[in-house]
């Protein structure tokens, strides 16, 4: 039976890293294959490696010290932002051109300088503009400016109001940077560390005023996924845009649920 001196090393400075990791509340797990690695030669077959002195192993301490923080400032709550897939949205038939539907998206996300966007705010909000043209195309749909979000429904109108509190991603608990304020009472569970989590958050309101109602409806709806990192990138872009198609579906259900005339 062999036994792999080097493997066992590896295998202890990992936990050493993970344990680290842990105290200080950041994780660098996916990290530790890039991390400096300190390898020891034998001298020959028959001899094996002689003990570290007191002067080397406070090298190896000092070292691990640096390994572990460096990373704090390098890469630590950086979020990810990707185009969503385009979609096809069928056509609500229920509506006609005498229904005036008014639209305000609002991007309240907070993504900080350090992170990834291949998808700026405004290109966000025209997905979402496109969605609500597919699926209202038969009713007369106005589409406001962001600072109208504040403002109050309009009279004799549909008026559907979305906020975006969260579309973006991010290793381990790093993506809990990234959420903004909307309006709702949004409540989030358990984001595991060493893991892609991604999450879209959104706050719908839909207000009916046609032919003198007052009827209201608000809803805060979250979706998140989790993936390993087996794929790099890729494995966070697919959790992404997965938690995307599940948010904006179940928003057009709401909105459809609240319009509906009994």
Not at 43 to 52: A, N, Q, S
Not at 215 to 222: D, L, P, R
Not at 233 to 261: F, G
Request: aromatic residues 12%; positive net charge; contains cysteine.
């Amino acid at each position: 039976m062999f036994f792999n001196l080097e493997t066992a090393k590896s295998s202890k400075r990992k936990e050493q890293v993970d344990e680290s990791s842990r105290l200080i509340g950041v994780d660098y797990s996916c990290l530790f294959p890039f991390m400096v690695t300190w390898r020891y030669q034998r001298l020959d077959k028959h001899r094996t490696v002689p003990p570290f002195s007191q002067k080397s192993n406070m090298k190896r301490r000092l070292l691990s010290m640096l390994i572990i923080l460096i990373p704090a400032f390098v890469c630590a709550q950086k979020l990810y932002v990707w185009k969503p897939k385009k979609q096809q949205v069928a056509v609500r038939p229920f509506y006609q051109k005498s229904d005036t539907i008014d639209v305000i998206i609002f991007d309240g996300r907070i993504i900080n300088n350090k992170s990834k966007v291949e998808c700026t705010s405004e290109e966000v909000i025209n997905e979402f503009k496109d969605i609500f043209r597919q699926a209202y195309s038969n009713a007369t749909l106005i589409i406001h400016d962001s600072k109208d979000y504040n403002k109050k429904a309009y009279p004799n109108h549909l008026t559907i109001k979305v906020g975006i509190a969260a579309y973006h991603a991010g290793f381990g608990s790093d993506i809990q940077v990234g959420i903004g304020s909307v309006g709702g009472s949004f409540s989030y569970g358990f984001f595991p560390k060493g893991r892609w989590n991604a999450l879209t958050s959104l706050y719908v309101r839909a207000f009916d005023k046609r032919d003198g109602n007052d009827n209201k409806v608000q809803k805060e709806i979250s979706h998140t996924a989790s993936k390993s990192n087996m794929f790099g990138y890729k494995s966070a872009k697919n959790a992404l845009n997965e938690t995307y198609l599940q948010a904006t579906a179940e928003m057009l259900l709401v909105i459809d649920n609240s319009m509906m005339e009994e």
